[in-house]
């Protein structure tokens, strides 16, 4: 998303647009946004995200550099930039923060909730990225007047292919983007291959600290043959557009951005029936019961044996996924830059 949106919030030279990482590790989306001009400056190059020293670090940085908005995402970026403007004592720069999750493990702890009520309030302004996510936080620290709904986005044109045709397959591949993560339902979708004909294989992309333990629940299972762990990958679209059907089994999501980029590839779109993915697939793609691994592999199947009724879930997904587009988030993004300055 990242890499998406950054060159369209320099709207032609109109701002400048900087990048701050608190893991500098090389990766391939650190490599394509610094070949975009943007500059990037890494506080550190391991992945200890929680060292209290990046503190330190943050303070440095911006005693040295000065903006006028700071936009965080994720828990510890949400923390350290408040933590380094308290204590530079500086209010002269606006906080700007995106709430990606209608849930999260922190807010299962009561004790949590005064240090979570304590970091959003330090905030100028607080963007949720689905109405779900917005009406979750506001149960959790009240409504606020500086909280927004602006939905995440994707270049959809990389997605957009034609709708497959698949009559007379014999032979299906179902694709996950997602990390191997606890929030993500992994195990629901590989208990679905044992539902399903040996014609049916599973690629899942993405990584995570979950891998050697789904790889292990593969061969618990008897599907390690017709499962491939595919890792993080850049060429996503060239992946999809292989793929017959796309697939999202999750706990809890904000607004996925994987999500967008499989309704918008020309193929049908299945996902669990949970806060997040409700919203956005219903109407266009097909919901499962969450954790319902036989109903995932009914549905899976009968889209894949009725050829008429997979072009229309697979253009209905299409559909909607254009209001996702990235443009339409940028402009949202700076359109809320200019009213808090």
């Known amino acids: 998303m990242i890499v998406d949106l950054l060159p369209r919030l320099c709207n ?29 400056t890494a506080l550190s190059n391991t992945n200890d995200v929680y060292n209290i020293r990046n503190l330190i670090r943050i303070r440095k940085f911006f005693k040295e550099n000065e903006f006028d908005i700071i936009h965080t995402h ?11 403007r308290f204590f530079l004592n500086n209010r002269r720069t606006l906080l700007v923060t995106t709430e990606h999750s209608s849930n999260n493990r922190r807010r299962t702890k009561w004790w949590f909730r005064p240090i979570d009520q ?30 927004y709904t602006i939905s995440n986005g994707v270049d959809v044109s990389r997605f957009l292919k034609p709708v497959k045709d698949i009559a007379d397959s014999k032979r299906f591949v179902i694709t996950m983007v997602a990390g191997l993560r606890v929030e993500k339902d992994h195990e629901t979708l ?87 993915l409700r919203e956005m697939v219903g109407g266009a793609g097909l919901l499962f019961r969450h954790g319902d ?22 253009k209905r997904c299409q559909e909607k996924a254009k209001q996702y587009d990235i443009s339409i988030m940028a402009r949202k993004y700076l359109e809320l830059y200019r009213r808090i300055l």
């Open 12 to 40: 032609n030279g109109e701002n400048q647009v900087e990048l701050l990482l608190i893991n500098g590790v090389k990766t391939p989306f650190k490599n394509r946004i610094e070949d975009l001009g943007v500059n990037v």
């Open 74 to 84: 994720n828990t510890p970026c949400q923390f350290y930039i408040p933590l380094s």
């Open 118 to 147: 304590w970091m959003y309030n330090q905030y100028d302004a607080i963007v949720c990225i689905a109405d779900q996510t917005r009406q979750n936080l506001e149960q959790y620290i009240g409504k606020k007047d500086n909280i």
């Open 190 to 276: 590989l208990r679905a291959m044992t539902h399903l004909p040996d014609g049916y294989h599973l690629q899942l992309v993405g990584d995570g600290e979950r891998r050697a333990e789904l790889k292990a629940y593969c061969q618990e299972l008897g599907v390690e043959q017709r499962v491939s762990f595919m890792g993080v990958r850049l060429d996503v679209p060239e992946i999809l557009d292989q793929s017959d059907v796309i697939v999202l089994s999750s706990h809890w999501e904000g607004l996925s951005l994987s999500s967008i980029e499989g309704m918008s590839s020309g193929r049908p779109f299945i996902a669990s029936d949970v806060d997040g």
């Open 293 to 314: 691994d036989k109903d995932l592999a009914n549905r899976i199947q009968w889209v894949c044996e009725h050829p008429n009724e997979y072009r229309e879930v697979a």
